[in-house]
């Protein structure tokens, strides 16, 4: 239920009860005389031994003598007058406002319920600020504390007073009012969101000066209220422990009484804040009170525990964690992992942190999860005490069956490379790649030998991170591996006249041998970064490492060459490794193919060199028609068709183009997009670029003529049945119809002459096409 107000809670105000405890003066009502009384019978003895006859004959005497009163329905009127207090007579309307007179005799009644009806109403508005911003619950307490209060105290208040504030206060006093109402108004009892937070605190923050001259006028449901709001543990308020440090000290000066779980977290607010010793010390002044306190205990000493570690403090932490274990109230034996990673980060105390890890372990039991196990084996692995993290490993991997400690000899099952690797794609998986590699060096150290595998995946998460130390050590993993391999090839060849049944033995550091996964990691970021010395520094040990290449590593290479400016040189070497490696292209090597071509690399085309570009453009086309089962699958990608088209347009190619966009569509299954179906009418491949210019005018008249086109094949479909009346034309549709408009504007670019079939069948000819392109036909109107 709603809080009831003071002024509400018997009905009768203080100043009403207390007017009637005064003496009651004489009635005016009692002084007033009315006309009407000389209608009224005289007061006579009762009748009721009188026959009926005689009451008949009694009336009709007191009839005769106009001594009784007629009803209105016979036309009796009736006069009514007040006497006031100077003995003046005043005539009233009628019986109705007699009636008022003889209950309010001095007209205040009325004022004095107007009054109470006002109240009222203030009341209830408070009551549902109150349920917006608290809920029902927060209502209930609210009302419970009102009711425990003496009643001479001011009524609750949620809102600051507004009067008797200076002009340049005022308007922060008004817009932290506002911001309060609105929160009350949105969110009823939740959590704000982040931007409805700060701007409360932005409100509060400018009328903390004029509130710091009138403490007193907050009241301490306001302080409730905006500490509920600002200190709410939640992620819309990223900066809670800023809010708390302020509005506490500002609580304290307005003189407010802290609760025992605030007075707890001003004292985390201010360490966190940087002020360790203040909060320290005030932490010790606690000890008495909030340290002794039942339904305070632990969470009091747990703070101190996590402050002490974080100062570095083991002694006192060290007090404080005996001081919990042996008191006897409940508490989560999680609060010791603070100081288990203090210890584990000493070498002197990295065995009393395994210590207390098997505390823990004992005291959780069955309830300790996974997450528990990573993160202690995260603090061993942060301070590199690999060794004890192992432990803890292998206890999480064989439920606690196994128990390294103390053993001389490591069990097979858990010094395998499988079961490292395990750990290591955890590690990889959780991102504790500086932990993968403490593990990676704890395993040399065994003399395991990591697979190669589980290595490449830290090298690319490595590589994907950016980080600049991240990459360094990716590379020198990465080269080790390649070492090894090396290695093990020369010893290979060194061995090759001893008998089959020497079997070869790793040599090294003990790094596994790279395999082509380990090229193509680097390879990438390599190409990705422009580094083109360290790429062919990579293909030259590629090269001598006897792995088959395959495309993607072939890829990475030409782009490489691509990107350093080595472009010409792109075509050849893709000749030659395919040849030499037998590697099959895919759609990334026809696009660096395509993009290395003069016409895509020069600003400006020689003009001698014209038509041997445009034979080389037909001939890679030629090349690609003969690979066109790669793309048999997936389909050819929109970006490789689009430079594919641009290439001959550049050219001036007409015939090459038409030849082109036809086999896209009719071998490669291409469908071009929107997109690519205005740049080629334009003629650009920045139609951003060519909107700002003189190509503006240019690229409205495309698109109208698109657009038109497309209106009229719409009507031209409804007209033949092919499309109902009312539809719009499908996708499938639409961009057919945006294929053949492309199609037939590159025909319609084509002079037709005796000449042109056969400059036509030269260019399929040349292109690879010779049959499968049909002939030039006349192009509709578009």
Sequence with gaps: MPPRPLLVENFICRSCLSTLRKQTPTAQWALRRSSSQATQPLASPSHSHLSRDQEVERQ?????????????????????????????????????????????????MELRLKEMEQELEHATQFTKIVEEIWGKQGAEKLR?????????????????????????????????????????????????NQKRINSLWKYYSAARIALSKKWESVHADIWDLLWQILAADHANNPNRMSHIHTLAKDMQKAGITLRDDQQLLVVEATFISGSREEAITAHKKLVTTLGATPETFSEFWQLGLRMYCLIGDIARAERVVNTLLESPYEKDPRFLLPFIRMCAENPATVEKGFELYQRLRSALDTSITIEDYDQVISYFLASNQTEFAFYIFVEMMTSKTVDLRGAHKVPASASSPFFYGKWLKRLIGAGDLQGAYNVLLHMKSKGVMPQAIVVNGLIGAWLRSGAADNIQKAEEVAWAMIN?????LGIRKDMQDLAAFVRLRQYGEGWPRAN????????????????????????????QAEIAPNSFMLNQLLFSYLQDGLGKHVASLSRDLTNQFQVEPDSWTFLVLWQALSVNRLVQMPPGQLLEEIS???????????????????????????YILHSFRKLGDEFGLLLAYRALRQIFKFTPPDIIVLELHVGSMDLERTGKGKGGLRLMHAGKQIEDYMKRRHQELIASGQLPADDDMPDDVKQKELGNFLEALLQSRITEDEMTEELLTQAAREMGLHGEVPSFETSSDI
Excluded: C
């Design 616 to 642: 080389r453009t037909r001939s890679l086309f030629a090349d690609m028609v003969r690979s066109a089962h790669i793309f048999a699958a997936s389909g050819i990608d929109v970006q490789l068709a689009r």
């Design 484 to 488: 090894a391999r090396m290695q093990f």
């Design 144 to 192: 419970k504390r009102v009711e425990s209060q003496d009643e001479s105290l001011p009524k609750s208040s949620l809102l600051l007073p507004e009067e008797d504030w200076p002009p340049q206060d005022r308007i922060h006093i008004v817009q932290l009012n506002n911001m309060i109402r609105t929160i009350g108004r949105k969110h009823r009892g939740g959590v704000p």
């Design 60 to 108: 009709k005497t007191l009839e005769t003598l106009g001594l009784l009163k007629e009803s209105k329905d016979n036309g009796v009127s009736v006069n009514y007058f007040e006497q006031g207090k100077g003995g003046k007579l005043r005539r009233l309307r009628d019986e109705d406002e007699f009636g008022q007179s003889l209950m309010d005799p001095d007209g205040q």
């Design 516 to 543: 082509l996964e380990t090229f193509s990691l680097l390879a990438e970021n390599y190409k990705d970064r422009g580094v083109h010395k360290k790429m062919e520094e990579l293909w030259t040990a590629f090269r």
